[in-house]
């Protein structure tokens, strides 16, 4: 079912910039019905480093798609690479809704599928502003 998202995800990791940590990772999402992929890329000062997920974001967001209907994300070792707090936080914010998927890749043949609300629970977002 997410076959394409999968393959979108290990096909950005190729792409990665990751000299420092040596650990390319890789995210594919579908906003509005389109697939935008992003890889991590790092830089000299670390802090200046910008995860796959978000890069993969904020390309559809510059391109005006503000919906997302699903992540998906690979690291480098065979095991599962969750979002990190950040991402997860930039998700939420152009999440269609609360229950969108987030793929957690192993291989192109193992995954798990999580709700956006599983690995945030008690999301603060732009409703939070209006109480
Ligand atoms: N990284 C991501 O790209 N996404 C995550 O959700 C976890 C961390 C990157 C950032 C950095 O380039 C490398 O993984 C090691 O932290």
Not at 24 to 33: E, K, L, M, R, Y
Not at 48 to 59: G, L, Q, V
């Amino acid at each position: 079912m997410y076959e394409q998202l999968i393959k979108a995800a290990i096909n950005a990791r190729d792409k990665a910039y990751a000299p420092y940590s040596n650990f390319p990772v890789g995210a594919a999402i579908i906003s509005d019905g389109k697939i935008f992929e992003g890889c991590n890329i790092e830089n000299a000062s670390f802090g200046a480093t910008n995860c796959a997920e978000r890069t993969a974001i904020f390309k559809a967001v510059s391109e005006g798609h503000k919906s997302i209907e699903a992540v998906a994300v690979i690291g480098d070792v065979n095991a599962y690479t969750y979002p990190c707090g950040i991402c997860r936080q930039v998700i939420a914010e152009f999440a269609k809704d609360t229950k969108i998927p987030i793929i957690i890749i192993k291989n192109e043949k193992e995954y798990i599928v999580k709700t956006l609300e599983d690995i945030l629970p008690g999301i603060f977002s732009k409703e939070d502003l209006n109480k």
